[in-house]
């Protein structure tokens, strides 16, 4: 019975009597959610176009972070550590498609797989050889970010704090998801990307290089992990710690799809808020700590519903 | 996956259907087993047993289990650390209730409660194919991760939170785990156990069971068309799969590491595994032994060699030296041969077959 | 199987690797440690003081009466496996005494230190009941266990309130990483609570989710704890600083153990950190003669990994005092034996006859550096003294004097923790090293 009280009664009177404590939880989940989906996003852009599933992006996030701060350590102002973190994500884009991609193409599913995990042991090594293993601060204030926090009052003694971080990261990540959208459905290479995602063969042969298109979803995938890694060290800071949380984006991926950029937004948000509401709310009935395998429970009990993710395309499968 | 290899004519069923039908492969296979049995245990320091071999035994024993999983039946898991976890878990905790049994017995019994472990988290396999599996399978590693920390009565309530494993003897009076063990005799047990179960693995491999896993993996909805009844083929991979690394899982603690804190199997310890069957090859039971051999032993004798040969450099930039050229090694590889280690070996035969007068 | 054939190729390799040459008149010490991975964060400046100081010693005095010391590090990653291996490394070359640097690799070779004959020195971290000599006669834990800090944070709240019975009825949160290191303490903090009627919260951290302790403290906003404490390493230690921020706790209610004291896990919260207390037992700064020989020998020479500003931090000046510790067991173990070149059974007797009092502090040039520490066959640990220390926004400011544990309180719960250990790892051997004075 105290546990039945505790399942359905408790949690549901603790958020009506706290509602400014409610709000919060659903803030940070929120938050949370948005760097899930930013993570997320670099996935699905380069399983979009490449069928390859990257699990390189959480190390891409650590290592473009790690060189911003890099750099900017070495005396390099803000905004030019800023240009040059582009420029290496860049290298590294064409570097990745010309000596892993190319030479692994047609492969299988699971090979490509563990090539961008090899990539990913590879990086980790790169990066703490050139950076040492040493967490660095995130150079918040000089990229102009915005630091502190703003309180709102609800009601008699309610309080809401939002970190301007956090609403800035919220207003890139909307900006970027943005800015994808109209690349992909505008833009000359933007539908070139549409059409290798639908049929590589058929992409071929009107032309377009799939060479190229690959070298350019690295390079995508490359300025939003550069964005999640400001974020995520803003948050708490740029070391190779954040590298397991990239993990996290794996359940909002199949809730979302593989293929889907509103998918990989709305799992996102739904894991994000999900896992915090259930770790408050929810956790201490179990010892707390749920939150480590939580999204993925949810993501499985969706996908034993829709195996192709909420957003994700119809799998038909033909012998 | 692998093509039957030609060249000696069998003149009855017995002959053609026998574990190793090239009469080389035989004789290397009894070459191997002298090394392993005679050879290694004269010329090696504790050092090399206990920090190489043992461990290199029981991971190749872990990864012939995922590869019954991924290679032969083609479902992609990242749970094997957590299986393996839940060998080992269940191993200490019988033998504290039973502690007069002898562990040999612990250790199989403990892989039956892997098995059980791995068919629940398999059942969504029935639904859910590729990629998507894998990632769901996370699930299965976080979740018994986190049931590790979180259930105190599987490390018996110990402040640290750790299993340790305590002295158990067995055959007469020898002392098989626990600090005081010799690591000649673990070696020995591990080994036994090892060969045990790369034997019965093959068998079953090559039976009806494993043709078909094999049909599920080419193919699953042709597989059921054709009469495979895709529950039974995918648990039982299932159940086979966490059985052999629920041993393993047992093995390693009890015979390598000496205690566990549930990081002993974490994610990294899947990909490990993973890693070793990639690059052994799928579907290939000598390849599981390679991929073992090279992921396990590169990163130590990296380690030592480095150092060695006169670059002298801080412990961590080796560290980091050895991880920056094992992730361009795994790349160089998949690139070089997909289909792994094993299928170097097979092309190596091919060639060496011919030689010296190559044709075509 | 063939493969075994690769296995002995390997094998012929590793045997015919030249194990450094072990010269005349030298001793061979292993430092396991961390510059990589999710906890080089705090890793790496205590590698620094460890291997500084030895090398200090080598390069000004020629090693310990004579003897040269040959340090090596091993990269562990704060991973067991890697640990297990450095350890059987650490073995294979007769290292004098094991440090693992992680209470997870501590734990794994706990039961091996007997049998090998290498003693193990978990400076303040590892197993508490370890400070029985008695159960685990290789197991060394000065200055103090987890289970002393534990009293050391209460009985400062406490003095915070105006006396111990102020305890009753409030509300002390505890956030720790849910390992073997946070989990710990907890016994005793439960013992605690129950004894003085304060309640006790805990808030597990688990270590893949250390960056993101957002549902923690959300969980803190709402229960409203009088007091926070922390158990925390690496990176958790800074993402734990901002949060507290982020939700305004008060930070002079936040105390961490001597662990969560680096000087970058509170330069995350930069200004706003000030305030945030935690333990302490040696001293920070680099105003000490000893550390002045390593900056002018080693430092300034371009000799260590270093980097001069860092030099008297916290953490490095705790790699340092580890190191103290070695040399000085050393010395103990070449005065008790009467041998110059010691074995690792003679370490043993070193560290188990520890005695550095104030003048012999101020001899090796660390005068009020660390409470006098003083070691027996029974008592490993010693219930040695510490201090709160504060952080006013840009460096660690001693807040009180130095206090000691609340040693009756922990002593028969180390006790009954060692027995039981020994019941639950049956048959464990019963001392047979004679006590050497």
């Not at chain 1, 911003?68 to 973190?85: D, K, Q, W």
């Amino acid at each position: 019975m105290e546990l039945l009280t505790g399942i359905f009664v408790t949690p549901f009177v603790q958020m009506v009597t706290l509602p400014d404590f409610f709000l919060q939880v659903l803030w940070e989940g929120f938050v949370g959610g948005v760097l899930y989906a930013l993570i997320a996003l670099g996935f699905v852009l380069i399983f979009k176009a490449s069928g390859v599933f990257n699990f390189a992006q959480g190390i891409m996030v650590v290592f473009a972070g790690l060189t911003l701060v890099g750099l900017h350590e070495n005396g390099v102002p803000a905004y030019l550590a800023l240009i040059l973190t582009i420029g290496v994500m860049g290298l590294l884009a064409i570097l990745v498609e010309r000596f892993v991609m190319r030479p692994l193409v047609n492969q299988a599913d699971i090979i490509l797989l563990m090539a961008t995990i090899g990539l990913t042991i590879f990086l980790i090594g790169l990066g703490e050889f050139i950076f040492g293993g040493e967490p660095k601060q995130m150079i918040t204030e000089e990229l102009g970010l915005p630091t502190g926090s703003t309180a709102i009052e609800i009601g008699s003694d309610g309080l809401l704090i939002l970190q301007h971080i956090d609403i800035a990261a919220a207003v890139i990540a909307i900006t970027m998801v943005a800015i994808l959208g109209v690349f992909f459905n505008k833009t000359r290479i933007g539908r070139a990307l549409r059409a290798v995602a639908d049929d590589h063969q058929a992409a071929l042969s009107v032309g377009i290089s799939l060479n190229q298109i690959w070298a350019i979803v690295w390079f995508a995938a490359g300025i939003v992990a550069l964005a999640t890694g400001i974020m995520w060290g803003a948050r708490s800071d740029v070391s190779f710690a954040l590298e397991i949380i990239a993990l996290k984006a794996l359940p909002v991926l199949i809730l979302g799809g593989f293929t889907s950029i509103p998918g990989a937004i709305v799992g996102g948000l739904i894991i994000g808020i999900g896992e915090k509401i259930g770790e408050i709310y929810w956790g201490p009935l179990m010892g707390g700590g749920i939150e480590s395998w939580l999204a993925y429970m949810i993501a499985l009990i969706f996908l034993l519903f829709r195996p192709q993710g909420l957003f994700g395309e119809k799998i038909i499968e033909r012998v | 996956m692998y093509y039957r290899e030609a060249g000696q004519f069998k003149t009855s069923y017995k002959t053609d259907q026998a574990i190793l039908p090239l009469r080389e492969d035989r004789i290397g296979l009894m070459l191997s087993l002298v090394m392993a049995v005679v050879v290694v245990p004269l010329v090696s320091n504790d050092f090399v047993l206990a920090s190489i071999m043992i461990p290199f035994l029981i991971l190749a024993l872990a990864t012939i289990g995922l590869n019954v999983l991924t290679g032969y039946a083609g479902q992609l898991s990242l749970g094997t650390g957590a299986f393996m976890g839940v060998g080992a878990y269940a191993c200490y905790k019988l033998t504290t209730i039973f502690p007069d049994v002898n562990i040999i017995v612990h250790i199989l019994v403990s892989g039956l409660f892997a098995a059980a472990v791995g068919m629940i988290f398999g059942l969504p396999s029935l639904r859910i194919k590729g990629l998507y599996l894998a990632v769901t399978t996370l699930a299965a590693q976080f979740f018994l991760e986190w049931c590790f920390i979180r259930i105190p009565w599987l490390y018996n309530y110990n402040a640290s939170g750790a299993i340790e494993v305590p002295e158990r003897r067995g055959f007469g009076d020898l002392i098989l785990t626990g600090p005081a063990a010799d690591p000649l005799t673990r070696y020995f047990v591990v080994l036994a156990i090892v060969i045990v179960f790369t034997l019965a693995v093959k068998n079953l491999v090559r039976g009806r069971i494993g043709r078909q896993w094999m049909m599920i993996r080419d193919m699953d909805i042709a597989a059921e068309l054709m009469g495979v009844r895709p529950l039974v083929a995918k648990l039982s991979a299932f159940a086979v799969s966490s059985y052999i690394c629920g041993v393993a899982g047992a093995m390693f603690v009890f015979f390598y590491l000496g205690a566990a804190e549930p990081d002993a199997f974490s994610i990294t310890l899947s990909f490990q595994i993973l890693f070793m069957v990639i690059l052994g090859g799928l579907g290939s039971l000598h390849g599981s032994f390679f991929g073992a051999a090279f992921i396990w032993c590169l990163p130590i004798v990296l380690r030592t060699w480095l150092p060695a040969i006169g670059i002298d450099l801080g412990a961590e930039t080796v560290f980091h030296i050895a991880q920056l050229v094992i992730g361009a090694l795994i790349i160089f590889f998949l690139i070089v041969e997909p289909h792994g280690l094993a299928r170097l070996w097979q092309l190596a035969k091919e060639k060496l077959r011919v030689w010296p007068f190559p044709y075509g | 199987m063939r493969n075994l054939l690769i296995g002995g190729l390997a094998l012929a390799a590793m045997t015919a690797a030249p194990l450094p040459a072990q010269a005349e008149d030298s001793v061979y010490i292993q430092l396991a440690t961390y510059r990589t991975g999710p906890f080089a964060g705090s890793g790496i400046h205590i590698a620094n003081g460890m291997a500084d100081y030895l090398n200090m010693l080598n390069e000004r005095d020629g090693g310990i009466n004579g003897v040269k010391i040959v340090v090596e590090e091993c990269e562990t990653g704060y991973n067991t496996q890697k640990g297990v291996e450095c350890y059987e490394q650490a073995k294979a070359k007769n290292t004098l005494v094991f440090n693992p640097y992680s209470t997870g690799i501590t734990l794994q070779v706990i039961p091996k230190a007997a049998v090998d004959k290498i003693p193990i020195l978990s400076m303040a971290y590892g197993l508490s009941a370890a400070a029985d000599g008695n159960t685990f006669p290789w197991i060394f834990n000065p200055p103090m266990t987890y289970w002393d800090g534990a009293t050391g944070v209460l009985s400062h709240i406490a003095n915070e309130l105006g006396g111990l019975d102020q305890l009753k009825g409030k509300k002390i949160g505890y956030i720790f990483l849910d390992a073997g290191y946070g989990r710990e303490p907890i016994p005793l903090l439960e013992k605690m609570a129950e004894e003085y009627g304060f309640e006790i919260v805990q808030y597990p951290v688990p270590v893949k989710e250390m960056q993101n302790q957002s549902a923690q403290w959300l969980n803190v906003r709402r229960d409203k704890p009088d007091f926070m404490v922390i158990w925390g390493w690496g990176a958790m230690n800074p993402t734990a600083v901002k949060e507290a921020i982020k939700i305004r706790y008060p930070m002079d209610r936040f105390i961490g153990v001597w662990w969560s004291g680096g000087e970058d896990d509170a330069r995350a919260g930069g200004q706003d950190a000030k305030g945030y207390k935690t333990l302490n037992f040696h001293a920070v700064g680099a105003d000490f003669p000893a550390i002045q020989d390593v900056k002018r020998l080693l430092v300034d020479t371009g000799k260590s990994q270093t980097e001069a500003d860092r030099l008297g931090e916290n953490l490095y000046n705790r790699g340092l005092m580890n190191s103290v510790l070695m040399a000085e067991a050393i010395r103990t173990a070449q005065e008790i034996t009467g041998k110059k070149v010691i074995t690792s059974e003679d370490m043993r007797v070193g560290l188990e006859n520890l005695n550095i009092t104030e003048a012999r502090l101020k001899e090796i040039g660390l005068e009020g550096f660390m409470a006098p520490i003083r070691t027996s066959c029974e008592q490993h640990s010693g219930h040695h003294s510490m201090y709160v220390q504060q952080w006013d926004g840009e460096k660690w400011v001693k807040l009180t004097d130095w206090f000691p544990p609340m040693t009756d309180k922990v002593k028969p719960l180390l006790a009954q923790a060692a027995q039981d250990y020994k019941t639950s790892n049956a048959p464990w051997p019963d001392r047979a090293e004679p006590c050497v004075n």
